[in-house]
């Protein structure tokens, strides 16, 4: 039987718990553009919530296991890792999902556990050098 690694609705009031590292998520469609909202501690991140589809179809065009090769904003993410599509000039937004300066980075550690959570992805849950790939749908 497989673990579940999350809890909750992705509203503000009954946020999407992440328990692989121990997070939030909301959806705040009363933004503009609409955002996700992740509180990690006192720490809160935002990045633009169609990375949702936008990561889902990426995975899909990949078609295999892509590192998530987290890093802080100003640390370069490892080539080719879900990070590293989540900064880039040619995914579909041009640039940063991430916000917040100074707060853009991480994206392959935040996203990925809700991917997993909405049943888009499969993720390792390995201690260290984690994987991520798709899971079509319809």
């Known amino acids: 039987m497989t673990q579940q690694h999350w809890s909750g609705a ?5 946020p ?9 998520i909301h959806r705040d469609d009363d933004s503009d553009p609409a955002l996700l909202v ?3 501690g006192s720490t809160r991140l935002t990045y633009l ?15 295999d296991w ?3 090769g987290a890093a ?3 640390k370069e993410p490892a080539p ?7 900064r880039s000039e040619d995914n579909p937004v041009g640039g940063w999902y991430g916000q917040r300066k100074g707060y853009r ?3 392959g550690m935040y996203l990925p556990p809700l991917l997993e959570a909405l049943g888009l992805v499969e993720l390792e849950h390995n201690p260290r050098n984690n994987r991520v790939r798709a899971i079509p749908t319809g």
Request: charged residues 30%; contains cysteine; glycine residues 8%.
């Open 72 to 74: 802080d904003e100003k």
């Open 10 to 14: 992705g509203t503000a009031a009954d």
């Open 105 to 107: 980075g991480r994206f």
């Open 38 to 40: 992740c509180q990690v």
């Open 66 to 68: 892509v590192a998530l």
């Open 80 to 86: 080719e890792s879900v990070e590293a599509w989540g």
């Open 49 to 63: 919530a169609r990375a949702i589809e936008d990561l889902h179809t990426e995975l899909l065009r990949r078609g």
């Open 16 to 24: 999407w718990m992440l328990k692989t590292a121990d997070y939030t």
